[in-house]
């Protein structure tokens, strides 16, 4: 590479630490000429070679398969070798080591504990008859079914990607991570292994086990082969339940959804009582009241009292555009999302069945829901469904294209928005609300440093709202981010992320600097 050839003279800023002489890291910018198929790996090796001999990196195949050459890249985990510096269409890239690994130089890292724990999951195929082990007498035959299961995890590199991706780790440092859980499974659901009794007290020991995982899908969404390590953790939660290792409040909470419906231990005829309670007046298809929209109010905005205010902004709103809706009153019956999450997946299919039957019993042709959780439950784990499904903010955002919702009100704050797991990162639902929130005047938005596709998960997914969690939530570190923005309120678009952010923002003791509100309250005062 020469300028003379360059397509373009991109500036690198690169974190830089020398043990033997820096008390903290620093970052250094270096010019690169890039061209065509340029990876950031060429553009290291060519600092390296001609601008900075000093520069410490690591790095073996350059064919994304030994995994060596991961690293954060413009705040993304990926592996330098794979990823081309004109298709990322910046003037700066900014070049990290992994994060939740101690930094050794530069952008070397340690893997010690990474390893460390790759060893303790026992990654290996063990059988109870050792000396068939070590002296079979024939091939260990699998079933293509099992094979086709397992086969996914085998995929891995141990590059270290998930594990940098993963919130957990941020705060919990003997969370086994993605990678171990990946691993584990690959063996546990290979039917030719006998060795689960022996990983269960290592994969079950809460919070380092299974159960710490939020299934945000970070790490699924970053890994450069496809591992799914929150899939890793759902599968090997399945054998837990079925093995009775499960956390009591864990386990009311599935008995709740079993019994009424859903996971707060209330009864199903009061699933609509906050109606009642706010004054409104809502159609109800089980009263054979006709609409043309279903609105899927879910279990937390129906029976929590903080998330009831959300439903009744929400439903306001619909009524002051005028939108033809109704609900499924106390019919209406949990989702499963977090069932499924949890690994119970024999309930979360009644859930299911339930729901589909209650949809073609009243002849639903479109549903929109409060939570992301619902949304992707319905969208993403119901097959094949007949009738369309969005997110509220989905909905609002299209009738702002429509000039069908507009707002006649002025707020003059500093806002920011935590992208929900479930709509953002696994949905890829990141426009609608932004363009909520930017066309209300008067409105200044702040970005928090990690959103969008790497915004921090306020650990409400995976069943942790009904889990006893350690802390540090979180959810404070988010609270921490918002303030270091200016923000005077976080807005959210998921009832677990507002009660979550809302009881971080008290932990804190931030409540004189900024408030938790959904985007639903917040649009409710200027429409």
């Not at 097959?383 to 000039?403: C, N, P, R, W």
């Not at 920011?416 to 909520?436: F, M, S």
């Not at 709202?465 to 802390?471: A, E, F, H, K, S």
Request: hydrophobic share 35%.
């Amino acid at each position: 590479m020469s300028i003379a050839e360059a397509e373009k003279i991109v500036k690198f800023r690169i974190q830089r630490f020398d043990p033997s002489k820096d008390k903290k890291p620093y970052f250094k910018e270096y010019e690169v000429p890039i061209v065509k198929g340029t990876t950031i790996l060429d553009a290291l090796i060519y600092i390296k070679q001609n601008l900075d001999s000093t520069l410490s990196l690591r790095y073996s195949c350059r064919m994304g398969i030994c995994g060596s050459c991961a690293m954060v890249i413009n705040g993304i985990p990926r592996l330098a070798c794979e990823t081309q510096v004109l298709q990322l269409g910046e003037d700066i890239i900014e070049i990290q080591p992994l994060s939740n690994f101690p930094q050794i130089r530069d952008l070397i890292t340690d893997f010690k504990v990474f390893f460390d724990k790759h060893k303790k999951v026992k990654s290996f195929l063990i059988r109870r008859d050792t000396e068939e082990q070590f002296n079979p007498k024939s091939e260990y035959l699998q079933p293509r079914e099992r094979l086709k299961e397992v086969l996914p995890y085998t995929r891995c590199i141990a590059c270290g990607i998930c594990y940098a991706s993963c919130p957990v780790i941020i705060k919990n440092e003997g969370f086994l991570g993605p990678e171990a859980l990946a691993k584990a499974y690959r063996y546990i659901g290979d039917s030719r292994d006998e060795g689960v009794e022996e990983r269960i007290p290592t994969l079950e020991e809460y919070p380092y086990g299974c159960w710490s995982c939020t299934t945000c899908s970070t790490c699924k969404l970053n890994c450069p082969k496809e591992v799914s390590g929150v899939d890793s953790a759902i599968n090997i939660r399945s054998i837990m339940i079925e093995k009775g290792k499960i956390q009591p409040t864990l386990r009311d909470a599935l008995e709740s959804m079993y019994l009424h419906g859903n996971p707060w231990g209330r009864i199903r005829d009061k699933r609509s009582a906050w109606i009642q309670d706010q004054n409104l007046s809502i159609k109800d298809f089980t009263k054979n009241e006709k609409a043309e929209l279903c609105w899927f109010v879910g279990c937390t905005p129906a029976y929590d009292p903080r998330v009831q205010q959300v439903a009744g902004a929400l439903a306001r709103i619909l009524q002051k555009v005028n939108t033809d809706f109704g609900i499924l009153g106390n019919e209406e019956t949990c989702c499963g999302n977090e069932a499924y999450n949890v690994g119970e997946m024999g309930l979360f299919d009644e859930l299911k069945e339930a729901n589909l039957k209650l949809f073609e019993k009243y002849n639903i042709g479109r549903v929109i829901t409060t939570s992301p959780h619902c949304y992707n439950a319905f969208k993403n784990r119901y097959g094949k469904i007949s009738f369309e499904v969005q997110h509220y903010t989905q909905y609002l955002a299209e009738l702002i294209d429509k000039g069908k919702l507009k707002f006649s009100r002025k707020i003059e704050k500093i806002v920011t928005y935590h992208d929900p797991c479930y709509l953002g990162k696994i949905n890829e639902v990141y426009e609608a609300p932004r363009k909520i929130i930017e066309n209300i005047s008067g409105v200044k938005f702040e970005e928090m440093p990690r959103s969008r596709r790497m915004s921090l998960c306020c650990e409400g997914g995976g069943g942790l709202m009904w889990m006893d969690v350690p802390t540090p939530r979180l959810g404070e570190f988010r609270v921490e981010e918002a303030v270091e923005v200016g923000a005077e309120i976080i807005l959210v678009s998921c009832p677990f992320c507002l009660i979550n952010l809302e009881d971080a923002v008290k932990t804190t003791g931030k409540e004189d600097k900024v408030k938790v509100l959904d985007i639903a309250e917040f649009l409710s005062e200027v429409i």
